[in-house]
């Protein structure tokens, strides 16, 4: 990264104004992975972490190193797999064939050791992907709750599968069993949380796992890595890091990995799919991309609509899957509409991630700035104009938020993606534009709807569900609570999260039949009094 000189619209500070209580050690080293329950030492070749969070100087604004982390080869990431395969053991290992009882001891080992280091986390959470204190803090916390919800909807899951049922002469008792080996990789702009959504569910129902940190986040694991450690048996929790093709291509391409948990771009997603020798046997529960609109009907509360479609759209920079990336507003109130969400843009605090308030921060892509501006300059060309002041100023990591209207199908901006800071607003007359972009979208994630007629409402909910997998009314788009069903449509996801489904994605269905005579009737009144077996047994998990 090279040194930036220019204006910036917020302040970046000198590394002595940091707030003591926020600061980071100089220059960290994670020198370790985690492989069959061991913190292996790399002595090969390292990647840097930079901050997103520029720091003056008598030479300007210069990145912040944060530290250095391993660029695992193939070989080391060969060593997690075995492992991983190793303690599955063809479902035959210790962790496989562990009660239920005994895996959730064993999670909620690992959440006290994780609640332990939240501090840490938190800090490097806020230094490496440029998020909020408030928001890293939030994260964090989710995340243990979500632990916690996993917990208790495995219990509940359990208790419905502890009893025998007697159907046409067959007795039977169905559980459900882990699927092998599991890859989890998750995303930059939630590298703890969404990371922990595939992770915990797949662990808790008996799989093994190899799992990799995201390129930017990576570095917030190093506090969380004894903790796996000392929580799992050995080889149940590996780790990988590096260059994906390095290191996760030799993954899929070994036929080794049952099921792969990815949340990212399709076009990755595909490709890592591809890279595996036996598809039709790779499980999948992946998260893509979503350009989740929002359509604004002529009658909708102005100042509740606003106050949504900020949060939906900017919250976190733009930088979530669930944001709202377009915004289609009926003629009739696009004049007011504009103005109020110009006004509202405005008022909004650009500044240091540890800044109380802040909502505007910098970014932690290195290219997205200039990307965002070649999807500004785009619109611009071809009649559409920035409504706030100083939208889509730069200076080195920072991009002031842009919104552009109006906005058609010409630009890139209708299409694409932006996953920041830049809302496109299209006007429309007849509903059917909105829908029509809706239908025709390859992603099908989610949408928001605002209005107050209830009779239009209606008429526009019943085809708009078939659409995508989430309506939000007068709200923004958003995964939570995690108890509802996160999912897409079309090029948006395969497999649905939430805290229950992520137990049934990450597991199968699995019986244990005998026909209903005396001798098999004896047999399992045994099997059961005597607690020989942890699948056929009828104990109640309390």
Known sequence: ????????????????????????PPDLLQDEYLVDGQLRRWDGPFGEAFSPVLLKSAEGLLPHRLGRFPLLDAAAARSALDAAKKAYGQGRGRWPTMGVSERIAHVADFLARFRACRDEVVRLLMWEVGKSLTDSRKEFDRTAAYIVDTIEALKDLDRDSSRLVIREGVIGQTRRGPLGVVLCMGPFNYPLNETFTTLIPALIMGNTVVFKPPRLGVMLYQPLLKAFRDAFPPGVVNTVCGEGRTVVGPLMASGDIDVLAFIGSSQAADALKKAHPAPHRLRGVLGMGAKNPAIVLADADLELTVR??????????????????????????????????????????????????????????????????????????????????????????????????????????????????????????????????????????????????????????????????????????????????????KGSAEGTLSVSDALRAFSIRTLVAAKDEELNRELIRRITREGNSKFLSTDFLL
Not at 1 to 24: G, N
Not at 480 to 487: K, R, S, V
């Open 308 to 489: 949504e479609c900020i949060l939906g759209s900017l919250s976190f920079n733009g930088q979530r899957c669930t944001a709202i990336k377009i915004i289609f507003v009926q003629r009739p109130l696009l004049p007011a509409f504009l103005e109020a969400f110009g006004k509202a843009v405005a008022a909004l605090h650009a500044g240091m991630p540890w800044e109380e308030g802040v909502f505007i921060t910098p970014l932690p892509e290195p290219n997205k700035p200039a990307y965002l501006a070649e999807l500004v300059a785009d619109a611009e060309g071809l009649g559409a104009r920035v409504i706030n002041p100083g939208g889509g100023e730069i200076c080195g990591s920072y991009f002031a938020p842009a919104v552009l209207s109006p906005v058609d199908s010409r630009m890139r901006l209708y299409h694409e993606e932006q996953f920041g800071p830049v809302v496109p607003i299209v006007p429309f007359d007849d509903i059917e534009e909105a829908i029509r972009y809706v239908v025709e979208s390859n992603f099908g994630q989610q949408l928001s709807l605002f209005g107050s007629n209830p009779q239009t409402l209606s008429q526009l909910i019943d085809p708009l569900v078939n659409q995508v997998c989430r309506l939000n009314l007068n709200s923004q788009c958003q995964r939570g609570p995690d108890t509802f069903p996160f999912t897409g449509r």
């Open 1 to 24: 990264m090279s040194p930036s000189t220019e204006r910036s619209p917020i302040r970046f500070p000198a590394a002595s104004e940091i707030p003591a209580s926020h600061r980071l």
